[in-house]
T-cell receptor, first 119, second 113 residues
Framework: GAVVSQHPSWVICKSGTSVKIECRSLDFQATTMFWYRQFPKQSLMLMATSNEGSKATYEQGVEKDKFLINHASLTLSTLTVTSAHPEDSSFYIC???????????????FGSGTRLTVV | GENVEQHPSTLSVQEGDSAVIKCTYSDSASNYFPWYKQELGKRPQLIIDIRSNVGEKKDQRIAVTLNKTAKHFSLHITETQPEDSAVYFCAASMSSGYSTLTFGKGTMLLVSP
């Protein structure tokens, strides 16, 4: 089945620095990748949708200059948290949509998540 | 956009009892409804899903029911076991195109031995 590899699994950084999170589709081409953020004891909230070859679409309230999303190729999408602050500490997870929605494959593939702690 | 409400937020049961989690959705265009189990610090794991052309689906101890008219769907776990303890999320999406999933707020299920 489809696999999305996400790295790093956890990272600790200092306030003001930037952190890059990568999601790679290993056995399929992902033209779209969804990026979610999950605070402790809360649900997954969509931050943005990345599309290969075009600009990412951000959800309302998400700062596009702070959360830089790049879909560099059909197998790589990255999220860079710039000038990180403690309030950015969260669990970030990517997800590729079903590879053949019309064909009955409805399964979304999730990365393993990245625990970001900003100190 | 889609809004998914999930209840209860926490559910405690004794081992062997049944557990039921309920969700409602707002967008009548949604036609795919998965349920995920998430353990602390890990990715959501799909446990069962249902499409809008089906009213019920069962997989061993887990079942999901869907009422399109009322726009609600439920997860039923029978003969619960301690290892069923986790956070469960319902979600909704449209299967056409590349629609994102909209998640409910989650239910923390605790199964006591």
């Amino acid at each position: 089945g489809a696999v999305v590899s996400q790295h790093p699994s956890w990272v600790i950084c200092k306030s003001g620095t930037s952190v890059k999170i990568e999601c790679r589709s290993l056995d399929f081409q992902a033209t779209t990748m969804f990026w979610y953020r999950q605070f402790p004891k809360q649900s997954l909230m969509l931050m943005a949708t990345s599309n290969e070859g075009s600009k990412a679409t951000y959800e309302q309230g998400v700062e596009k200059d702070k959360f830089l999303i790049n879909h560099a190729s059909l197998t790589l999408s990255t999220l860079t948290v710039t000038s990180a602050h403690p309030e950015d500490s969260s669990f970030y997870i990517c997800s590729a949509p079903p590879q053949s929605p019309g064909g009955g494959n409805y399964g979304y593939t999730f990365g393993s998540g990245t625990r970001l702690t900003v100190v | 956009g889609e809004n998914v409400e999930q209840h209860p937020s926490t559910l405690s049961v004794q081992e062997g009892d049944s557990a039921v989690i309920k969700c409602t959705y707002s967008d009548s265009a949604s036609n795919y409804f998965p349920w995920y189990k998430q353990e602390l610090g890990k990715r959501p794991q799909l446990i069962i899903d249902i499409r809008s052309n089906v009213g019920e689906k069962k997989d061993q101890r887990i079942a999901v029911t869907l009422n399109k008219t009322a726009k609600h769907f439920s997860l039923h776990i029978t003969e619960t076991q301690p290892e069923d303890s986790a956070v469960y999320f319902c979600a909704a999406s449209m299967s056409s195109g590349y629609s994102t999933l909209t998640f409910g707020k989650g239910t923390m299920l605790l199964v006591s031995p």
